[in-house]
């Protein structure tokens, strides 16, 4: 279910009968047809071991069940937004940067610790964000929140990408990420937002970084 870009902030879905989407609650912003919105508390199409998973993870942004035929344009307090078209591989996002994303899409979660143990964890201290990290899994379209726009930088082998936590919004494909020191020119003259500290991530795929330090 592809995304149509209404503008930077704005995107719309359509829906056909049999098809299904999860959106965040409180996303829509206006529909045409016969649509209905569901509020999910079976945690989406993991059911209930995913619901599970995603409060023990802190992932509890509330998602509502999307069906039906027409089109539904979804935003949400102004941020920009990315689409991200996945073809079988693995998007890794945090929860409240999910906007809607396709019904096919398999949803699970990942303990972030288990990628660079120890500091892992201490990624999650510095983000601000949870040890666990949403994925979606499949092929289908995921709309993403980001502030000041989003940039999609390839991550190829033997090149590694290193970005500021604080901007960092998402990642996909065969991705290794663990947090490295970067004392320097920024630590002297930054906004003491973490810049001591670099994401560094390894392997094949592609990382999403906003064009911000603020978080959602």
């Known amino acids: 279910m592809p995304f149509r870009e209404v503008n930077s902030r704005m995107v719309e879905a359509t829906l056909v009968p049999g098809q299904r989407m999860f959106s965040q609650r409180g996303a829509m912003l206006a529909y045409r047809g016969d649509v209905t919105f569901t509020p999910n508390i079976a945690g989406g199409q993991g059911g209930v071991m995913s619901m599970i998973g995603r409060r023990v993870a802190g992932e509890a942004t509330p998602l509502m069940t999307v069906e039906g035929n027409g089109t539904v344009m979804f935003g949400h307090g102004g941020h920009h937004i990315q689409v991200i078209q996945l073809t079988g591989d693995t998007l890794y996002v945090e929860a ?3 906007l809607a994303f396709d019904g096919t899409l398999e949803q699970g979660t990942m303990f972030m610790g288990s990628q660079g143990g120890v500091m ?3 990624r999650g ?3 601000g964000q949870g040890l666990f990290t ?9 709309a993403v929140m980001a502030h000041g726009g989003v940039i999609e930088l390839p991550i190829t082998p033997g090149r590694a990408v290193h970005v500021d936590p604080q901007a960092y919004v998402a990642h996909h494909g065969d991705v290794r990420n663990k947090l490295s020191t970067a004392l320097g020119w920024r630590d002297m003259v930054g906004r003491g937002s973490g810049e001591a ?7 094949s795929g592609a990382v999403y970084v906003q064009a911000s330090e603020e978080k959602l």
């Open 120 to 122: 892992g964890m201490v």
């Open 125 to 127: 201290q510095v983000t």
């Open 134 to 142: 949403t994925t979606l899994k499949g092929h289908g379209a995921v």
């Open 96 to 98: 409240d940067r999910l």
């Open 197 to 203: 500290f670099q994401l560094e991530l390894t392997g």
